[in-house]
């Protein structure tokens, strides 16, 4: 319901809800699988506008049951390709997906080693076990739109404990994260400065 009241309010031009899940790859040598093998999924309905910036590259986009598309660099790290079969490890148990497509992102955006998937709403839902509602609601907003005007709407239409978020949002959340590594960062180079000025000294000493 709140999807629809999104989609009528001035200046937006698509809303896209959407689940997410975090599946993972069961490599076929039967080793214990790695970081790299999680692939980060987002479950839409396949007749939805694509907001993620993704362009499909090989294949198609999922249509429907067990269809998978990835990200091509996930793929070519994995030796997988369109038309293969993956075994997976979801919120409900072990699964069969197959590779429909391929997708990368502009400027070669990758998620820290991880590879990134979309499956349909229906799919995710059932494997997510998550039957109704949406974890995130991607909106693209007509040209000439003002930004804080949507917002403000959208900030009088959700319920508490939901977030309004612009791209700008999300970049200062990252180079805040970035600053606090930064920090950490100049205290170890300080500590081993000091270490090595130390050993140093101690060799002269004897």
Known sequence: ?????????????????????????IPENGSKPANDDQILVSAVDSGAPDLSGAETVAGRDPAGGNELAVDKAFAERKGVEVGDRIKVSTQTGLTEFEIVGLVEFKGGLEYGGQGFGTVPIETGRKLFDQPSGYGEIGIALESGANIDDVRNELEGLIDEGTEVRTPSDVSDDINSQLQGFNIMLYFFSAMSLFVGGFLILNSFNM
């Open 1 to 25: 319901s709140l999807l629809a009241s999104i989609e009528r309010i001035d200046g937006v031009e698509s809303a896209v809800g959407s689940i997410g899940s975090v599946i993972v790859l």
